[in-house]
């Protein structure tokens, strides 16, 4: 998954040559983030860090950086890149009227790459909770913030728009989101953040369900006993060693008292 997503992330940048306005688009934010997340996972694999802890008895027990970084990104990108689909299909490319048909690196960031971000979530145990949900909303408000800089700065686009009708200073990100007709920008933000993202929250909660009811985790159960058992075998052990040193320093301290008492 690394190889793949990492090959055409080099591939799109290099292809679309658009310089730093390729950074501008939430599309290719996405796109980042889900390579950056695979190249995680592969690092934790490669390390040793890809196993959550799974030792419930043990408060103690904390999650190695790259398996915290994994579960960080994984909380983002698992709805963000269903949001980037459902989002463009319908609002910014509909599926019903499409004003322009993609390549293929099109179909990937905008379809192919969420079908591989969901074998990787059914395939894998990374937990998505409501606790870990927030930062989709996060990622969200500062996407919309980001436009209005954007609108207000007249960064603009690479090319032109509306067909050449408008300055490529004055286009918009996204057309559904211009803010030079704020009321129409302000409706489509509000309903973004107070609908469309909550519910691609629920559905990944629903998901994540769904997966959980498909997994028993008797491996995970029986690790845990497992390691329990080996932890409270060490501490015996550690106990009975302690109990042993103080037999030894007891009887060191009686031959010291007996054979070096003066005369």
């Known amino acids: 998954m690394a190889v793949v997503f990492v090959a055409h992330l080099v591939w799109h940048i290099i292809d679309r040559n658009s310089g ?4 501008i688009y939430l599309t290719h934010w996405s796109f980042i983030l889900e390579t950056v997340y695979m190249v ?4 934790a694999d490669c390390t040793g ?6 030792r419930s008895w043990d408060s103690n027990a904390s999650m190695p950086l790259a398996a915290s970084m994994a579960l960080f990104l994984f909380s983002i990108v698992q709805p963000l ?3 980037v689909v459902v989002l463009y299909w319908t609002l910014d490319n509909p599926f019903w009227a499409m004003t322009y048909t993609p390549d293929y690196l099109g ?11 969901l074998i990787s979530f059914f395939f894998g145990r990374v937990p998505y909770t409501i606790w870990n949900s927030g930062w989709l909303l996060v990622l969200g408000l500062i996407f919309l913030v980001w436009t ?9 686009t690479l090319d032109p728009c509306n067909e ?5 200073q004055q286009c918009p990100i996204y057309s559904v989101l211009d803010w030079n007709y704020p009321e129409t920008a302000l409706a489509v933000a509000a309903g973004v953040i107070f609908v469309g993202l909550p519910v691609f929250i629920l559905v990944y909660l629903a998901l994540n369900a769904l997966r959980n009811c498909f997994d028993q985790k008797s491996d995970l159960k029986a690790m845990d006993d497992e390691a329990e058992s080996q932890e409270r075998l060490l501490r015996q052990q550690e106990l009975e060693l302690g109990r042993g040193k103080a037999f030894n320093v007891d009887d060191q301290d009686i031959c010291a008292t007996l054979c070096c008492r003066p005369k």
């Open 81 to 83: 890149s269903f949001a």
């Open 148 to 156: 209005y800089i954007h609108y207000r700065l007249q960064i603009g």
């Open 107 to 117: 179909y990937f960031t905008h379809g192919i790459d969420w079908i591989l971000m």
């Open 164 to 168: 050449g009708q408008t300055p490529a």
């Open 20 to 23: 730093w306005y390729y950074f």
């Open 40 to 43: 995680v996972l592969l690092w």
């Open 49 to 54: 860090q890809s196993q959550l802890p799974v």
